[in-house]
């Protein structure tokens, strides 16, 4: 498949349980490199952190 990088451009507190994170992906192949912006939220929930937003272009 290949092998996908993150890098992360703003990483901004939304409250003590939540942030958002934006970025941009991408996906290194053999015949082509996709990548894009992406937004996340992530929050904490049972004192771990998960995805509960996620938009990718």
Same mark, same amino acid.
């Given at each position: 498949? /290949?092998?996908?990088?993150?890098?992360?451009?703003?990483?901004? !507190?939304?409250? @003590?349980?939540?942030?958002? +994170?934006? /970025?941009?992906?991408?996906?290194?192949?053999?015949?082509?490199? !996709?990548?894009? @912006?992406?937004?996340?939220? +992530?929050?904490?929930?049972?004192?771990?952190?998960?995805?509960?937003?996620?938009?990718?272009?």
């Amino acid at each position: 498949m /290949g092998r996908l990088q993150f890098d992360i451009w703003q990483l901004v !507190p939304l409250a @003590p349980d939540a942030y958002l +994170l934006t /970025g941009q992906y991408t996906l290194f192949r053999e015949s082509d490199q !996709p990548s894009g @912006p992406f937004t996340l939220i +992530l929050r904490k929930k049972n004192n771990e952190w998960v995805i509960v937003y996620d938009h990718t272009s």
